[in-house]
């Protein structure tokens, strides 16, 4: 089977390319490495022995769509490509509009003028806002988003519902996924933030390694066991696996499929660090801050929608997210 994979350099989809791989299914990558390196290529071929057709290119760019669905036989798409930092979607809401939503729309059309009616796309438990309740499951309330980045996943997601109920004949896949962290076991691809990390895990990671003299923790007084924010890391390699269980699942079957890709577990800031001193045996100074505008006391996945139809539960606990993130940061310090 071949899967066109849209942002397959990044971070998610780099470790998708390679658990597709392994998995008997070949990755045709479009990526225009906006947020990306093409050093990503050679870690994949390195990992794999195969090197995927790679078209450096804009998913806004509909003849060039065209050019890459003509010279291959694809069947599914996988949607990773996109712009994903909150703080800077608040800043420049016109790009993420124009790369998130326009690009989705721009791949859809190029999906149908080549007759491909199948597309996994990367949404992001952010649609949830603040959850009424935890655990989250695919029913509850979407769409009170605080932020452009949030909006514009919920906005490809309701075009994506609107486009499924005029075309009934295609297989649309929202993957909503929790708070994705961790690295290959290899330590050779990982996350590679260009700047300031926004997340909590490469900042940790760039701290231990001696990037970053202190990490800011946001808040110490939310209604939480520890006063910290409690979120659901999965390890990307599950994150990646699921993806190939999406593929198999129901990529293949007409219908409009929503899965949490989580763990159902929570972790605290302070859980995390201490995970990660223990990984690495460096220490973690930090600082108690005030808490980052837009952000939720706590939220994890109800997983067992994704469990029971896509037969996918993640395994790798959050020892192993440390260890592994650890790992890649401390074989390569400045990332790729
Ligand atoms: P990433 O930035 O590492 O990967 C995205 C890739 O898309 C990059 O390689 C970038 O160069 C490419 N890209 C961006 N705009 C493009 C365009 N217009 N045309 C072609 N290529 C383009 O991000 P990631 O962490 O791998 O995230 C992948 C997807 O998952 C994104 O859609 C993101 O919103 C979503 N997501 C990420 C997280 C997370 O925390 N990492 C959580 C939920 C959802
Ligand atoms: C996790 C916890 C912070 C950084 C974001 C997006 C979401 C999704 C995943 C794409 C929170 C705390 C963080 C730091 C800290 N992305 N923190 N110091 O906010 O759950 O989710 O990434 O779809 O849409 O919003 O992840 O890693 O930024 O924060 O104390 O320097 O760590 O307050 O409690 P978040 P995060």
Redo the contacts with the bound molecule.
Sequence with gaps: MKVLV?????????HTCIQMLAAGIEPII???????KLA?LDRIEALTKVRPAFYQ????DEAFLNQVFSEHEIQSVI??????AVGESVAKPLEYYD??VN?SLVLMRAMRNAGVKSIVF?????VYGDPSSVPITEDSPVGETTNP?GRS?FMVESCLSDFYAAEQDWSITLL?????VGAHPSGTLG??PQGPPN?LMPFIAQVAVGRRDTLSVFGDDYPTPDGTGVRDYIHVMDLADGHVAALHKVAQQSGLHTFNLGTGNGTSVIQMIDAFVQASGQQIPYQICPRRPGDIAECWASTDKAEQQLGWKATRDVKQMAADTWHWQSNNPQGY
């Design positions: 849209t942002g397959g350099m990044g971070y998610i989809g780099s479009v990526d225009n490495l906006c947020n990306s990503v290119g804009d998913i806004r949607h990773f490509a996109g712009l994903k790369n998130n690009g990367s949404s992001s438990a952010t980045y996943k909503r996924y929790f708070n994705p996350e590679d997340n």
